[in-house]
């Protein structure tokens, strides 16, 4: 999620999409798509990376819990599942709506 703020202060107390509170605005990555093909690949990437360091923080856990905490190791796993249920609802709705555009007398 970009963020242009003219003042760093309103940066501070901004919320990205996955939860994480931003410090200053950030540039982006790479160029940002105002599709919604972008806007959607984006997501799935979110998601992707919030199961990937669920998983890895859930391997450091049973490896050595002394390594990380199990707090912030379930936080992270109900993040991760929640964009999964998320993105599988936004999937079910663009199925449906295939369909229904499918089905639709011309």
């Given at each position: ?25 950030r540039a982006p ?78």
């Amino acid at each position: 999620m970009d963020i242009k703020t003219s003042s760093p202060m309103v940066a501070t107390r901004l919320i990205d999409a996955a939860g994480n509170r931003l410090s200053a605005p950030r540039a982006p990555t790479k160029p940002v798509e105002s599709s919604f093909a972008g806007a959607m690949d984006q997501a799935l990437r979110s998601v992707s990376s919030q199961q990937n360091d669920a998983s890895r923080m859930a391997s450091q856990f049973q490896a050595d819990p002394a390594s990380q905490s199990l707090e912030q190791t379930m936080v992270s796993m109900q993040k991760a599942q929640i964009g999964f249920q998320s993105a599988l609802h936004v999937r079910n709705r663009l199925v449906s709506a295939y369909s229904d555009i499918m089905n639709m007398q011309v």
